[in-house]
Structures are given as C-alpha cells and as structure tokens.
C-alpha cells in the first residue's frame, strides 16, 4: 500500500526545503533532453503526446510550429483574464490543430473558472474580469480539472490549483493545498497541473522557488506517474527527472508573454491489448 503523504513542515518557504533536499542529494532533480525529437516519426505502438502550456492569448503565433500527435495537452493559461473574447479566440486556435485528443487543464489566469474562488482577493487590475463556467466555451478541447481521462490505455489526470495567492484556484500551501493532491488516484501514467512541484522547472527569476513541496511528496511517495507535465514558470522550461517520473514544464511563453519556447514531446508505449486504430 502506498504511503500516506502528510503535509511538509516549513512548506510555506520551498526555498529553504530545496537548499535542505536538494542542494544536499537528498533528493534527485536531473536535467535531460527532451524524451522525443521533432523529427521522430509517430510510432503505432506509441501515443505521442504534445505539449504546451503558458500561451497567454499566443496560441495563433504558435499553431505552425507544433507538430502533430496523439494527444495535445496545454497545461494552462491559455488566457490572461479568462475573459469570453479570449476563450473564443482560444477555442478557435485550438480547433485548427490536428490532433485526435486535445486536453487543457485551466491555469491562474483563467479568471472565473473557478466557482470556490473569493474574487474580492483579487488584485486591482483583473477585479472585474473572467467568465463563469468558462471551461464551458471550449468546445474544442477536453478541460480536466480533478479528473482522469484515459486514452488508448493511457491515464491521464489533471488538476488546475495552486499556491499563488489572489487567483483562481488557488489554495494555501500545506493541508488546503495537500488535499487537493490528495485527489490524485494511484495508477496515473501522465499528471497534468498548472504548478510545479519543487526543484523541478519552478525557479522564479533565478532568486525563487515557486514549486510546491507537497505536489512533490504526492509525485514521488504515491502516485508515481510516469511523466508530469506543467507551467507556469516561464523561465523555466524543460525536462527533469528523478530517475522514476519525468517532469515537463512545457511553458511557452517568456516572462514578457512572447513566444519563445517550442512544444515537448514524449512517447507512452501502448499497454497490452490497446491500439490505436
């Protein structure tokens, strides 16, 4: 049975938990190539996955440089206000892609998605902005939030929330944040969140780390995926491991909301009675 993952101390300064883990050895954080090459073929005995994230209202600018796949997944803010004109534009760019399966989990600036959010706390300048059950326009993609989708075999979960304070979906770190990791099921082959767990593409302006440790904990002592693609941090997309999960932070936009970054991609075999025709 799994271990039983209880909230870190100290988990409201990552900074001081990566100097103690990471910087130490205690635990591992392993920069590698990306898992697949553009010019890779698409193999029949695997599911290509693409992977973006961090568009913010850029998507269109990107469209002729993502390569086709089994499944896209954007791992959120694909917006920066939530607001109805955007999800429109959104939903119209991510209709023109070829792929068979399109899966977005919503990130922090998908204002209104969010019904449990307390919009008071919100800062100035998006007071007023974001649309109710917005995830409801995209007609185009599947939105996963606190929930597992599984195709051609391969389980796929995703969850929006996180610890930045003053948007949607966000919970504070330690309990509030840990039960929603909580929800994650065992036997998850591909974990899509918007943040990232600590030590793994989540250094903010090379001072901060904006990782969450109990993400990590879940990650590392339960679930077990086999792949964890996130954003967020937009300086910091890549690849990592642990030498079990690979970590993806596929952000594609730079601090100054420009398209920098190409998608990442990565292969998951096909599991014994599955096909994809």
Known sequence: MASVVEAEPFSNDPNRLWKEWFASGKRICKKIVAPV????????????????SDTHEQLDKLLPHIPNGDVLVHCGDFTNTGDREELEEFNKAIGKLPHPY???????????FDETEDQSQREEKFQGHGTKEGYKLLTNCTVLHDKMIEIYGVKIYGT???????????RPRGNPLLDKWNLIPEGVDVLLTH???????????????????????TIEHRVKPKFHVFGHVHEETGVTTNDHTIFINAAICSHDLEVINLPILFDVPL???FTKS
Do not use: M
């Open 37 to 52: 090459e553009f010019q890779e073929p698409i193999h029949r005995d695997k599911v290509r996955f693409v992977c973006i």
């Open 102 to 112: 399109k899966i977005v989990v919503a990130g922090n600036h998908e204002l209104g």
């Open 160 to 170: 929006s929330w996180h610890p930045l304070e003053n948007f949607t979906y966000y």
């Open 195 to 217: 943040t990232p767990p600590l030590g793994h593409g989540d250094l903010w302006k090379g001072e901060y780390r904006w990782g969450d440790v109990d993400l990590l904990n």
């Open 271 to 273: 599991k014994p009675g």
